[in-house]
């Protein structure tokens, strides 16, 4: 079962390649903003929450995909290892 | 053991470096605390200053804001466990505070009454979404109690006892039950009552109908998640963006925007469309002091509106220009309804959840109007206006959903980019101004007619206003990037003392300095006339003249319909207990020409204010039938301002007039004057007052006071007298239906259609009879030209056309334009839903009246005699 690190390591590295291609990666730290500074978007959010349940094999229900559960890498990484 | 040992590193690890980012202090001492309350406190002086002079929305609020910035400051003050108790003791005693205002003091009855029902209705509402049971019977519950509730609020039940709070339960609960109700069901722990009380009774959303659609966890899970001085200093800044956004709103409104009816060439056109769509400056405006105000109390909530009119897509427009309620609408409609699709592809989802979103939006906002109004509204522009941003959003969804979006961690500004984000911006900005302009017609085919002038002179100033736009985002862009925008006085997360002090010159001390200098009456004293008059605008809270117009229109249709007057779209509305004139008790219909009378011997107290009418239906002292000997009597007619609506028994400007010349006859005789003034009253009805009543009393003088308005109200009561198949005493009258073709099975508005081009006619027969009427009893026939209380820019044609048409009756003509000077105009009206003159107004029309008087010999109160054609009361103003 992977740990928070490991899974916020994965979720940057989808969140680079799927929406900020060609961005620094370092500038993607654990505490950046991804909801409200507007990079996740409603589409966007929905396409993370599909990526994550196909890799992790969990089931995120509708109220659960807002700010206090995506807003940051750690805030997803907390949310999927509270599923595993 | 391992794996445990790990994931608990892992999460102390993540928990510091959350605490870390959230919460950086920025004054380290306690001096440097209290320096920056300091500094705070000098700043919400300020804007709370600017607020008052400029007249930030209802006067309900700013009477109430600088004692809700009190507040605000002695919250910061209490232990940290006590605040939020104190918000929502704060808030709830303002719910009672704003029942408690009335136009004749404060009642207590009334606060404690009506207060009470609003804040007993909201506490069972909120205990109902903790019902015990599951949680779609729960909801049902809601629904049903609701349902209930829409009913009350069409007046099924207790319809004048409850009628004041809906509008106030509606801005409340509409919407923050719904989500709250949604997000309780999956929160954890014990409901918090307190958190929720704040939450639902929130200062300032009494004094604000219109309110942003605060999310529940947001709420919660913004409060103090930053350093107190940051999120005041935010706070601050957004205030003082929302007094900025006001006062552009009303350079916009008085000195751009062109009424549809109006438009007649390209330049017009596109003013018109411009100006409508800057107009949203009102409503983002006053989210900025609503969300700032919360913002001091600790509620460090997210802007509500971002440079909506720079949007780079229909996508992005929809993101800005109402954030709060576009949150709403993906938690509780999109979100819902795409992840049911998620499994459907990347394209389904978006296009479903959006369409949804769109329809309950549209159905919302009728929903909404419900609550406020009292009436759904679902008008063919709504209907056009959701349904086409929808599409336009959908098809943006899609582009991005098969092309991305770019999106960017870090601010950086790059021309090529740049450049193309400001074509994008300008072809937004386009379509949303031709959006806005079908939404805010009067009518489709309105909104049609006027896309006429859309010649080679419209597309070419139109071009330039789009490149103008496309330069403006280009700069917005580049002074965003710039320090991180610190350029415009941001406040980031993690700002500190140098950051913060720049915060605090650029965006408040600067602006609302100079803003506060323009508005005091020193500087208006020192400038000219012009400059004086577009820097009073802008501390204006009245209707443009457009508006004015309007509303008049509405007014005098009113009249006939007994319903009531709303503020045009402003949210400014008139309390639910408030009573316009055709809805006072003694008003009865009387058959003959002047439509309807007040019923003699008659007192009442409506809107607070003591109406008595003798026994001749005068609102007016008692007189004999038959004149005393050695007495001038003068009939004086007139509409409503001469009757005194919104003024107390003896305080129209006709019982001052009597009072003030009691003594000054000439001839020594007494004076009497009968007010024979009634609302609505047009120069049509005058003729009925005359036959009826006014010419059996002897009268030795007719004071006829006119307004700007005369012919459109006499057209608008003409039309009416055809309907009710009175019998039209006068020639001219019937030969004027004949040509008009009007009979009484057309419907008012067929007939006001084909009025109009007999207004000029009608107004100079009638003047004319109504002279004829009175030297025939021997009477003098005056006219008088009394501008109403808003009318600062009085149209000087329409005014000369009524003079001339006077004088050929044969009148003596006064004209008082100008009377009011440099009054302010919120000083002289009832209310701001009420636009006729209270006492103040009515002690200086007669103040000008009693001058004219004395001025002229003719009147037989001493002064010298004027020239010919000759007019005007010393120091009644220029254009006389």
Request: charged content about 20%.
């Amino acid at each position: 079962m992977p740990d928070q690190n490991a899974i916020m390591a994965a979720t940057k590295s989808f969140i680079l390649s799927e929406f900020l291609e060609g961005e620094d990666p370092d500038e993607l730290t654990e505490d950046v903003e991804l909801i409200s500074s507007g990079i996740l978007d409603s589409l966007a959010t929905l396409k993370l929450v599909t990526h994550l349940e196909n890799t992790y094999d969990i089931k995120i229900e509708a109220h659960e995909a807002d700010e206090d559960n995506l807003n940051t890498l750690v805030d997803i990484a907390k949310l999927v290892a509270s599923k595993l | 053991m391992k794996q445990g040992a790990t994931k608990d590193m892992a999460t102390s690890k993540l928990s510091k470096a959350r605490a870390a980012a959230a919460r950086p202090e920025v004054p380290v001492s306690a001096a440097e605390r209290w320096l920056g309350l300091g500094l705070v406190a000098v700043q919400l002086a300020l804007v709370v200053a600017a607020a008052v002079r400029y007249r930030f929305e209802s006067p309900v609020f700013q009477q109430a804001l600088p004692w809700l910035a009190a507040a605000a400051i002695v919250h910061h003050l209490l232990p940290a466990r006590h605040r939020l108790a104190f918000f929502a003791a704060i808030s709830l005693a303002t719910i009672f505070y704003f029942f408690g205002i009335s136009p004749t003091g404060f009642d207590f009855a009334s606060a404690l009454e009506r207060g009470g029902e609003v804040v007993a209705i909201g506490l069972a509402l909120i205990a109902l979404c903790h019902l015990p049971i599951p949680f779609r019977p729960r909801i049902a519950v809601l629904l049903g109690v609701g349902a209930g509730l829409m009913a009350l609020r069409g007046g099924a039940l207790f319809g004048e006892s409850l009628a004041t709070i809906w509008p106030v339960l509606g801005a409340l609960f509409m919407f923050r039950l719904v989500i709250y109700a949604h997000d309780v069901e999956h929160e954890k722990g014990k409901p918090d009552f307190v958190r929720a009380i704040a939450y639902f009774f929130m200062l300032p959303n009494v004094f604000f109908p219109l309110f942003p659609v605060v999310d529940w966890k947001a709420f919660g899970r913004n409060y103090y998640n930053d350093d107190a001085m940051r999120i005041y200093q935010r706070g601050l800044h957004w205030m003082a963006r929302g007094v900025l956004q006001i006062v552009f709103y009303r350079i916009v409104y008085y000195h751009f925007y062109v009424d549809a009816s109006l438009v007649e060439d390209g330049s017009s056109l596109l003013r018109y469309l411009l100006a409508n769509f800057a107009l949203y400056l009102r409503v983002s405006g006053q989210f900025h002091m609503i969300v700032g105000l919360l913002l001091l109390f600790g509620f460090n909530l997210p802007e509500t509106n971002h440079h909506y009119f720079l949007a780079e897509s229909f996508t992005d427009y929809w993101r800005r220009v109402n954030i709060y309620w576009k949150d709403f609408m993906v938690k509780i409609f999109y979100t819902p309804v795409a992840f049911s699709l998620r499994t459907k592809g990347d394209i389904l989802p978006g296009v479903v959840g959006s369409a949804v979103a769109f329809f309950a939006t549209w159905v919302l906002h009728a929903y909404q109007s419900y609550w406020l109004r009292g009436a759904m509204s679902f008008s063919l522009q709504d209907t056009l206006f959701w349904t086409i941003l929808g599409v336009l959003v959908m098809i943006n969804t899609v582009w991005e959903a098969r092309r991305g979006r770019k999106r960017s961690l870090s601010a950086r500004f790059d021309p090529k980019e740049a450049f193309f984000a400001a074509l994008r911006t300008m072809g937004v900005f386009a379509v949303m101004g031709v959006l806005w302009s079908l939404w805010s017609a009067k009518s489709f085919e309105q909104w049609l007619s006027i896309w006429r002038f859309a010649d080679a002179d419209f597309f070419g100033r139109a071009a330039v206003a789009l490149v103008c736009v496309g330069v403006v985002k280009i700069v917005v862009e580049r002074l965003t990037t710039f320090e991180g925008g610190l350029l415009f006085g941001a406040t980031p997360k993690g700002a500190r003392w140098p950051q913060l002090l720049r915060s605090a010159v650029l965006t408040v001390l600067l602006p609302m300095s100079i803003l506060w200098v323009l508005g005091h009456p020193g500087v208006h004293r020192r400038v000219d006339e012009k400059t004086r008059f577009i820097l009073r605008s802008l501390k204006s809270n009245q209707p443009n003249t457009a508006d004015l117009r309007a509303i008049e229109r509405g007014y005098y249709e009113n009249l006939f319909d007994a319903s009531k007057s709303n503020f045009l779209d402003s949210g400014i509305q008139a309390p639910p207990d408030w009573v316009d004139f055709p809805e006072i008790e003694f008003l009865d219909t009387t058959g003959d020409m002047r439509y309807w009378a007040l019923r003699p011997n008659q007192s009442a107290t409506i809107n607070g204010y003591r109406v008595s009418t003798n026994a001749f239906g005068m609102r007016d002292r008692a007189y004999a039938a038959q004149k005393p000997e050695n007495t001038h009597r003068i009939a004086m007619l007139g509409s409503s301002h001469v009757m005194g609506w919104g003024v107390h028994d003896g305080e129209p400007f006709e019982a001052l007039v009597e009072e003030g010349m009691a003594d000054q006859r000439s001839d020594g005789e007494s004076l009497e004057i009968l007010n024979f003034g009634v609302g609505g009253y047009s120069p049509v009805c005058q003729l009925g007052v005359l036959r009826e009543v006014a010419l059996d009393l002897a009268p030795d003088a007719i004071y006829y006071i006119a307004h700007e308005v005369d012919g459109s109200l006499a057209i608008e009561r003409l039309a009416r007298l055809v309907q009710h198949k009175i019998p039209l005493e006068d020639e001219f009258l019937r030969d004027i239906v004949a040509r008009a073709g009007l009979s009484a099975s057309m419907s008012q508005s067929a007939m006001l259609r084909e009025l109009p081009p007999f207004a000029e006619e009608l107004v100079r027969k009638s003047y004319a009879k109504i002279a004829e009427l009175a030297r025939e009893r021997g009477a003098v026939p005056v006219w008088i030209y009394m501008p109403r209380v808003p009318e600062r820019q009085p149209d000087a044609e329409q005014i000369g056309k009524l003079r001339r048409a006077a004088e050929d009756a044969g009148f003596i003509v006064f004209d008082l334009t100008g009377i009011y000077g440099d009054t302010d105009v919120e000083d002289l009206v009832m209310s701001q839903w009420d636009l006729h003159p209270n006492a103040e107004g009515h002690a200086i029309m007669a103040r000008a009246l009693m001058d004219v008087m004395r001025s002229d010999e003719r009147l037989g109160f001493g002064g010298p005699t004027s020239g010919p054609g000759e007019t005007g009361a010393p120091g009644a103003g220029p254009s006389r």
